[in-house]
């Protein structure tokens, strides 16, 4: 069974702090996608990263998928209350096989 | 932008009940998805379904599961006989090739909270 680990499950932070979330598993993923989930809402896709090493920014936001695609993390620069909600990792594998979704990090940004 | 639809966004059911659950995806889409999320859990996998039969279901997904693509736009998933730990959203995805770099898309879910 594939395990997704997402750390930490809970962030509480200053407005233009930088922060990183985690995303780890021992299994190897064809892709990893990074959602974010606002209440009452379904999962927003963020990115889609797909080669090991592979880094996207997304304004300041910026997604890097390990080397050996067991990996991914979510580095937020100068957070704003914006940025305030779920966020959550899902590996994807090979062909037509589900999401794997880690149990998400829910942030918090204070003003 | 193209969006997963989801009807209704909130449904309450006696258990016991019979319920269905409507989907309409990305309208070029053509592989569908059920998860459901418990509150405060993570979303989990129910079904994934490509020209027109199941491609894989969990262990979820029991005799009390089924789903259906009635026609070229709906998608929806019916539980025959509801149980309390039913109680979740349900989230329906599609993608529109069955490759690991086209992400799936979510509607906002429909809330089914059974009594």
């Known amino acids: 069974t594939q395990l997704l680990e997402q750390s930490p499950q809970f962030l509480s932070i200053q407005e233009g702090e930088n922060l990183t979330v985690y995303c780890n598993s021992s299994s190897v993923f064809s892709s990893l996608q990074w959602y974010r989930q606002e209440p009452g809402e379904g999962p927003v896709l963020l990115v889609t990263v797909v080669t090991g090493g592979e880094v996207k920014k997304l304004k300041r936001l910026t997604f890097q998928f390990g080397d050996a695609r067991k990996d991914s993390s979510l580095h937020i620069t100068a957070a704003q209350p914006g940025d305030t909600g779920l966020y959550l990792c899902a590996g994807d594998g090979s062909g037509n096989t589900p999401l794997v979704f880690g149990k998400g990090t829910r942030l918090s940004v204070i003003a | 932008e193209p969006e997963v639809t989801q009807t209704p966004s909130h449904q309450v059911t006696q258990m016991g009940q019979e319920v269905i659950l409507r989907c309409v995806p990305i309208?070029?889409?053509?592989?569908f998805y059920w998860y459901r999320q418990i509150l405060g859990q993570k979303v989990e996998f129910l079904v994934s379904f490509y020209n027109n039969e199941i491609s894989e279901k969990s262990e979820i997904f029991d005799d009390q599961f089924s789903v259906e693509r009635p026609d070229g736009s709906n998608f929806t998933l019916k539980i025959r006989s509801t149980k309390l730990e039913d109680s979740a959203m349900y989230f329906c995805?599609?993608?529109?090739?069955?490759?690991?770099?086209?992400?799936?898309?979510f509607g906002d879910g429909t809330r089914l909270s059974i009594l």
């Open positions: 309208s070029n889409h053509l592989y």
């Open positions: 995805a599609s993608r529109n090739r069955g490759l690991s770099n086209q992400p799936q898309h």
